[in-house]
């Protein structure tokens, strides 16, 4: 425990007729905890929350969220300020050192991402391996794996060692992401270019070809780069969690990036952003308003869910999800810039933020809800956008991993369960079976 943790008095729990004093702390922006870390040595009773909805499972400086209020800060800093001013390697800087950088700082840190950005030439020929049609997720996820073949690490991991490795991870993703997305419509790899910033480069290696330039679009570049921004850190979530359990077992940091890509790319998670336009494509081509749609997502027995709506924290609404739908009313503005799928957006919006099953269980937009229009604005196909979303978590997974690194004492993650199985019975021979 770190000294900015305050102790309150004790909370007293009786158990079996025996009181057990248990620690009680307060946080900096006033979260009260019980520290249970104990209470299974001394009494035998383990807790029990699943899904850990009412469990810290760590302490953390990186980013504050209080959902109740819609609140979003990284070290400190509002989401809205830094969507508004900032940009997605400063934040980065941001999010792994703890300060927003110099300028000096900032140079350096985007040359190094610059000079980092191509992926051992070798990794070239497992992109052919992969059948036509792969969903991009899976290929991020096995090529950022990969890359621990190529960088080993030492057992005794060093300063320099690390900073390059959080350098290499930020760069390769976006390289591997383009390319996996370039082998997918069988055209030729795009190499990274020096001259050109995070995003820029991004998007080029995405739809430059060696016959035709891309034109960049300034609107989209800072459409996306307030994506990253917004996708950048959220906390103890499934995948930043995915990454510190992994990487509490001391595990090669690039296959713990590819569990954090893994955890992603499911549909509660960074998989609904894909889901949220699929959804809208959908109401579009049946030619409804959603009203259907959003029946469907009220009745239980149909699994469909209204995508892009709910979030296990914020009760309120998304801060997130504010500023992408003020972006994305700038982006359709835009003169000969519109999208039948952001009507449709805007609509759905409406009929479940009047509905009572939504306001009854706190459902708002989140942040998927919108990024998806403007991920689509930006011609960026459908199967991307989850990439797009691990390209932008990356910086916040490892500020996670390091900080984890260096805390006082790595413990690896080892949650108890309750045993619901069968009671002791003894092995019978084949015969024996009914
Ligand atoms: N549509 C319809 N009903 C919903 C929805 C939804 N999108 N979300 C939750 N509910 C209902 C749910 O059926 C349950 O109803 P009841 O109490 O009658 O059983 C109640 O609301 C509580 O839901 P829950 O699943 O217990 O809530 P949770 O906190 O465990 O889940 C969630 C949060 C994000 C997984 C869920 O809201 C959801 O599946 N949303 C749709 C998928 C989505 O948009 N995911 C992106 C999350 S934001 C990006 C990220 O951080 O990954």
Not at 226 to 240: G, K, R, V
Not at 314 to 324: E, G, I
Not at 387 to 407: C, D, Q, T
């Given at each position: ?380 196909p459908t199967n991307m956008y989850t990439v797009l979303f691990a390209i932008g978590r990356m910086p916040g997974w490892l500020a996670h991993w390091r900080e984890m690194l260096h805390s006082e004492q790595v413990i690896i993650t080892r949650p108890r369960q309750i045993y619901v199985g ?13």
């Amino acid at each position: 425990m770190t000294d900015k943790l305050k102790q309150l008095s004790p909370a007293i729990l009786t158990l079996d007729d025996k009181n057990y004093s248990l620690p009680t702390l307060i946080g900096i922006e006033g979260e009260k905890a019980i520290d249970i870390s104990k209470l299974r040595s001394q009494s035998s009773y383990v807790t029990l929350d699943e899904g850990y909805g009412n469990t810290a499972s760590c302490e953390s400086a990186i980013t504050y969220i209080d959902g109740e209020k819609g609140i979003l800060r990284y070290r400190g800093y509002p989401i809205e300020e830094l969507a508004e001013n900032s940009r997605f390697v400063e934040v980065a800087y941001l999010l792994l050192n703890g300060e927003l950088p110099n300028s000096r700082q900032l140079l350096e840190f985007s040359t190094n991402l610059n000079e980092s950005s191509i992926i051992p030439e070798d990794m070239h020929h497992f992109f052919n391996g992969f059948p036509r049609g792969s969903h991009p997720m899976g290929i991020l996820a096995t090529m950022v794996a990969s890359l621990s073949t190529f960088y080993p690490i030492p057992d005794r991991l060093d300063t320099v060692t690390e900073q390059q490795i959080v350098i290499n991870l930020i760069s390769q993703v976006r390289t591997i992401a383009a390319f996996s997305y370039k082998k997918s419509i069988g055209e030729p790899l795009v190499y990274p270019s020096y001259k050109l910033k995070y995003v820029r480069n991004f998007l080029n290696m995405m739809f430059s070809s060696p016959v035709r330039d891309y034109q960049l679009d300034e609107d989209i570049v800072r459409a996306i780069d307030m994506f990253l921004i917004l996708h950048a850190d959220h906390e103890q979530n499934c995948s930043t969690s995915s990454v510190r359990t992994a990487g509490s077992s001391m595990a090669n940091v690039y296959a713990v990036a590819s569990a954090g890509i893994s955890a992603l790319w499911g549909p509660r998670h960074g998989g609904a952003n894909q889901q949220v336009i699929q959804m809208l494509e959908q109401i579009h081509a049946d030619g409804g308003d959603g009203t259907e749609f959003i029946n469907q997502a009220k009745d239980k027995n149909s699994p469909s869910r209204l995508m892009g709506f709910g979030h296990r924290v914020y009760k309120n609404f998304d801060p997130r999800a504010m500023v992408l739908k003020k972006q994305c009313d700038k982006l359709f503005a835009k003169a000969g810039v519109s999208d039948p799928l952001f009507d449709i957006a805007r609509k759905l919006e409406e009929i479940a933020l009047k509905d009572d099953y939504f306001i009854s269980r706190k459902l708002y937009p989140n942040v998927d809800f919108y990024s998806g229009l403007i991920l689509r604005a930006a011609g960026i196909p459908t199967n991307m956008y989850t990439v797009l979303f691990a390209i932008g978590r990356m910086p916040g997974w490892l500020a996670h991993w390091r900080e984890m690194l260096h805390s006082e004492q790595v413990i690896i993650t080892r949650p108890r369960q309750i045993y619901v199985g069968e009671p002791l019975r003894h092995y019978q021979n084949i015969e024996q079976r009914p």
